[in-house]
């Protein structure tokens, strides 16, 4: 009856396994680390850079725990904090030979000291959020107003260029407020550049009004389409910042849309808030000349003087590039860039959108220079590095242009990436700044450790005094649940903050509930007069009904706060859930387990250690042995 087949305790020892493996990382601690990052935009970190690390630490016989690539960072780990400063210095003038304009960010981190082989199998710890590790908190608003305004620009500036290649007469193009507006002559004009204009730009709303003998066209942006304009300036915005912030060397920065407007950047671990400013607050252009191809540039590139008018750059991959001086385009002629296809080739390729003013000039350029070459330049701090070099295959008009050849589909998504991310789409205003220091953090985390410690310690208490053995069965229950959350949350590289914390620390209160629950109808059904082996079956049975109903609910509130909540209350529900789920399969499914293991094997079982159980009156912690065989 209390039996459980082999493969449930396979389920648990496994369950149980893997919570063990995923949780132990978390009581490591942290060691000091020293991480290498990419100073600039250009640059892309690569696991070649491992190699060059563990050489030059070599060379300088530091020893490091391990040296590993984590995608975006090499990232080295050392024993001591002597050993990791002094690391950083020899890595520092190893890997940036120019301090004026250093290639790599060397910064001094943190990581897990749990050992490398737990690493390679992902299991890792929680990150700490800025309310547990200190840092500093920017809420910042976007003007959307201005990036309308931005798009209305563009826009009139596209009216010219239609009417004019479609020799449409008009009396001026204006822009008022978020709406752009052309004047024509008569009616007949009117409706021929109302027809052609409503085919051309879709997004654009157009009335019609009669002022004496001209005729106004007025064309305002369509409600979905500024919503998309509003929505693309804030994408950008914030994949902007992401590449800004990571030049702080910040292991795990948190920045997210808040609302419909806000965006919240909060980086752990940093300390100097001007530094932070500077970084999120500089800028990026975007230029476009042409290729000096010419024989003293040629001879130029082999380290000859560079021709007057000229200027020499870098490639990606290193190989220097000479360019005239005269810029042909900025990034402000840049209205969009995205990664697609060649349409004939199927070759990876960038495909990018100019206002019209740029589409004017670049289609003249174009023309002229048919076969030669043309860099577009990223300038960061004053200092520029050509993304590509293309060569011009044919005159190109429109305004939209296309860069291909020798690219693989990543590197045409980072390209678009880097000319569509060199600047903020617009402008965005700091309105909420917060430092935290690290020693608040290290009260913050001693205070939610004690939480959860204190109150897992008096539920335990409590329920082994009126439970007895059952009380116990519960407790490892308890146990079980929270060793599964924090591994559930550990494979999820959750960020832990105080909220979560607390959601930890209320879990537990709650998770409870399922025991009792299983262990009162136990009880009750012991004084029906049921023998011990049915009154437990028959107790865990009846009880998984209103132990489902009282969680559904609760986890109804916890998906609304998942749904509708925004920052530490969105931490809250997201622990809050998981541990509604890892508490029903621990009080339901472990603690029957643990009570199946103990009781199940008993054929004659006489009583059960259960606590007081009241029976007509009469108080009793056993049950009579039954008279017939059951």
């Known amino acids: 009856m209390n039996r459980y087949p082999w493969w449930k305790y396979a389920i648990l020892a496994f369950a149980l396994a893997l919570g063990l493996l995923y949780t132990v990382p978390n009581l490591y601690g942290e060691a000091p680390a020293v991480q290498v990052s990419s100073a600039k935009a250009t640059l892309k970190i690569d696991a070649t850079l491992t190699a060059r690390v563990e050489q030059v630490l070599r060379e300088a016989s530091l020893r490091a725990d391990f040296v590993q690539f984590d995608g975006m960072s090499v990232r080295a780990r050392f024993g001591d904090t002597d050993t990791q400063k002094r690391a950083k210095d020899v890595l520092s003038d190893a890997l940036n030979p120019d301090r004026s304009n250093p290639s790599y960010i060397v910064a001094l981190n943190l990581l897990s000291r749990s050992p490398e082989w737990m690493g390679k199998l992902r299991a890792l710890p929680m990150y700490l959020g800025l309310d547990l590790r200190g840092g500093v908190h920017f809420l910042m608003q976007v003007d959307m107003k201005a990036a309308l305004t931005k798009k209305a620009d563009a826009l009139t500036g596209d009216m010219r260029t239609m009417l004019r290649d479609k020799n449409i007469r008009h009396a001026g193009i204006s822009r008022e407020g978020n709406a752009v507006e052309v004047r024509l002559r008569d009616a007949a004009t009117a409706s021929t550049a109302r027809r052609m204009l409503s085919e051309q730009l879709p997004d654009l709303v157009w009335v019609e009004t009669a002022d004496g003998a001209e005729v106004r066209l007025r064309g305002t942006l369509k409600p979905e389409a500024a919503k998309a304009v509003q929505d693309q300036a804030l994408k950008q915005n914030i994949t902007t910042l992401h590449n800004r912030v990571?030049?702080?060397?910040?292991?795990?920065?948190?920045?997210?849309?808040?609302?419909?407007?806000?965006?919240?950047?909060?980086?752990?671990?940093?300390?100097?808030?001007?530094?932070?400013?500077?970084?999120?607050?500089?800028?990026?252009?975007?230029?476009?000349?042409?290729?000096?191809?010419?024989?003293?540039?040629?001879?130029?590139?082999?380290?000859?003087?560079?021709p007057f008018g000229s200027e020499r750059y870098l490639e990606r991959n290193g190989a220097p590039v000479i360019v005239f001086r005269q810029v042909v385009l900025t990034g402000d002629n840049l209205n969009d860039a995205q990664a697609g296809f060649d349409n004939q080739t199927q070759e990876p390729a960038v495909h990018l959108t100019l206002d019209a003013k740029g589409a004017r000039?670049?289609?003249?350029?174009?023309?002229?220079?048919?076969?030669?070459?043309?860099?577009?330049?990223l300038f960061e701090k004053g200092r520029g590095e050509v993304v590509t070099a293309p060569v011009i295959r044919s005159e190109i008009g429109g305004g939209r242009v296309q860069i291909s050849g020798r690219m693989t589909t990543q590197e045409a998504n980072d390209v678009a990436l880097l000319l569509r991310a060199g600047s903020l789409a617009a402008p965005m205003e700091i309105i909420e700044?917060?430092?935290?220091?690290?020693?608040?953090?290290?009260?913050?985390?001693?205070?939610?450790?004690?939480?959860?410690?204190?109150?897992?310690?008096?539920?335990?208490?409590?329920?082994?005094?009126?439970?007895?053995?059952?009380g116990v069965f519960s407790s490892l229950a308890l146990a079980f649940n929270l060793l599964l959350l924090v591994a559930v949350l550990s494979m999820l590289q959750a960020t832990l903050t105080l909220p979560g914390m607390a959601a930890i620390a209320l879990t537990l209160g709650m998770a409870i509930d399922a025991n009792v629950l299983i262990n009162e109808r136990v009880r009750e059904e012991l004084r029906n007069g049921l023998p011990p082996q049915a009154a437990i079956a028959a107790g865990y049975d009846r009880a998984f009904a209103t132990i489902l109903d009282s969680n559904i609910t609760t986890l109804i509130a916890g998906v609304a706060l998942l749904a509708f909540g925004s920052g530490p209350v969105r931490g809250f529900a997201v622990v809050h859930c998981l541990g509604i789920l890892t508490s029903m399969?621990?009080?339901?499914?472990?603690?029957?387990?643990?009570?199946?293991?103990?009781?199940?094997?008993?054929?004659?079982?006489?009583s059960v250690s259960i606590g007081q159980v009241w029976r007509g009156g009469v108080k009793t912690t056993t049950t009579p042995v039954p008279t017939t065989d059951q």
Not at 270 to 286: C, F, M, N, P, S
Not at 446 to 470: E, H, Q, R
Not at 595 to 600: D, E, H, K
């Open 361 to 377: 000039i670049f289609k003249d350029v174009t023309r002229e220079n048919v076969g030669k070459r043309m860099a577009i330049l």
């Open 585 to 606: 399969f621990s009080a339901i499914m472990f603690s029957r387990g643990l009570v199946n293991l103990w009781y199940g094997r008993q054929k004659r079982l006489k």
């Open 246 to 306: 990571n030049e702080l060397g910040v292991a795990e920065p948190v920045i997210q849309q808040q609302g419909a407007d806000r965006v919240v950047v909060q980086l752990p671990g940093v300390q100097d808030t001007a530094k932070a400013k500077d970084i999120i607050g500089r800028t990026a252009t975007l230029e476009v000349r042409m290729v000096n191809e010419s024989a003293e540039a040629q001879a130029a590139l082999s380290g000859g003087a560079v």
């Open 433 to 470: 700044e917060r430092t935290i220091g690290p020693s608040l953090g290290a009260e913050n985390i001693a205070k939610g450790f004690d939480s959860v410690t204190w109150g897992f310690l008096a539920i335990v208490v409590f329920m082994c005094a009126y439970y007895l053995l059952f």
